[in-house]
Structures are given as C-alpha cells and as structure tokens.
C-alpha cells in the first residue's frame, strides 16, 4: 500500500537541529493529519488540513510548525525539539464524505531527539 | 478529548485459535473503526463501522458496532502467525467532524 508516503523514515536530530517531516497521499483525499504515537500511549492528534487550510490544532507547542502547500502534500518543521519528543509521528489523510470517516496512515517517521 | 478503553491490552494465543478484544467510550460514537499495526509501519484500516448493530466481516476478522453505540467488538477467527500486531480501535463522535479518537491498543501475539 502505498496510498500515503512518509520521508524520512528515521530520523535523528540534536536540540538545536532544525528538520523537516513530509507526508504526501496519492489517493485524492482532502484532508491530511499528523499524529504523535508514543509507546503505551493513544494516538495523539497534532493538526488537521481541511482543503489545505488548518482546522484543528491540538495544543501543540510553537517547536512543531505544520505546513499543507496542496491537498496532497503536508510537512511537519521541527525546530528546537526536546528528549520527549522522540516518537512515531505518522501523517493520515481522508476523504470527507457524509458515510464517516476512514483515516489511512504513512508508514511512518521515527525520530529520535538526542 | 474522549475516553477510549480497549481490553485486553495483551493477548497470547495459539495458532488456530479465535480471538476477542473489545473497546468502550466514554460517549457515543457515530463511527467504529479498527486498525491493524505491525512493528515499524502505520496503523493498516481493517474494517469501518457506521451504524448501531451492524456486523461487518473482512476475512477472517468480524466487527461489530454495539447498539449502545458505546461499544464496539472485534474476533479474529482461526488465527495465524501474521496475526501478530497491535489492533487499535477508534470512533468518531461527531458526524462530520475530522476528528478519530483512538484506544491504546491490544498487543496480539499467536503461537505456531
């Protein structure tokens, strides 16, 4: 399945490091998500794109900056991260439909903060 | 955010045999749905739930949406090796809202 395409897929940076994550789905959809996924933890939901355009942002702090230039491409900029932000973040996206709502994931980046 | 428990958090099992795991909220949910995620990749879309009662098969997999629409089940019957992953459950609560809310999964492991 290669529907939603994630780069890189591993990732290390020191704190003062500045990288960025990109995501990009193939599958048409109008809305693209980041999630973070630590171990034994739920999913957490960062942002949303609706249209390119930002419609949820779950309180995340200034050192994580999104950015959606099209509906099919979505970036995740870190800058200045900590330790604990070391996690699986995984980009989603999805059609909106009036049936509800399927999410379908990248693979993945897995970083690691030192 | 909305509360999602999803139990067992750990199953091992022998091969052949069926699973169950299930999930509650806290809240109502207009829409049930189950991943799949295997070591080092993203969660996969196994089956998609929309209405009260509905049973849905994919395979060997069987989910159902509970009519309390609070709840929601899913069996995997004569499992395999590649069985082996974490089964995730999410819900929707609001029609129309891009929102998921996700449990935290149960760590299936099956025995040759």
């Known amino acids: 399945e290669t529907g939603v395409t994630q780069t890189p897929r591993h990732l290390v940076m020191g704190m003062t490091n500045k990288k960025s994550l990109k995501c990009e789905q193939h599958?048409?959809?109008?809305?693209m998500y980041w999630y973070k996924q630590s171990a034994k933890k739920p999913l957490e939901l960062m942002f949303v794109y609706n249209f390119k355009e930002q419609t949820e942002n779950n309180s995340v702090p200034s050192r994580f900056s999104p950015e959606c230039p099209n509906s099919s491409h979505l970036f995740l900029h870190l800058h200045t991260l900590q330790p604990e932000d070391s996690a699986l973040y995984l980009c989603a996206s999805s059609q909106e439909t009036s049936g509800g709502l399927k999410q379908y994931f990248g693979p993945g980046t897995r970083l690691t903060v030192t | 955010g909305q509360q999602l428990n999803q139990s067992p958090q750990s199953m091992f099992i022998q091969e052949g045999e069926d699973v169950s795991m299930n999930c509650t909220s806290s809240?109502?949910?207009?829409?049930w749905l189950w991943y799949k995620q295997d070591p080092g990749e993203g969660p996969v879309l196994l089956i998609a739930l929309y209405k009260a009662g509905e049973l849905t098969s994919n395979g060997r997999l069987t989910a159902q949406f509970g009519i309390t629409r609070k709840d929601s089940f899913l069996n995997i019957s004569a499992s395999i090796p590649s069985d082996v992953g974490i089964y995730f459950c999410a819900g929707q609560a609001l029609t129309g809202a891009n929102n998921l809310f996700f449990g935290t999964g149960t760590r299936l492991t099956v025995i040759p």
């Open positions: 809240s109502i949910f207009n829409t």
């Open positions: 599958l048409g959809h109008n809305a």
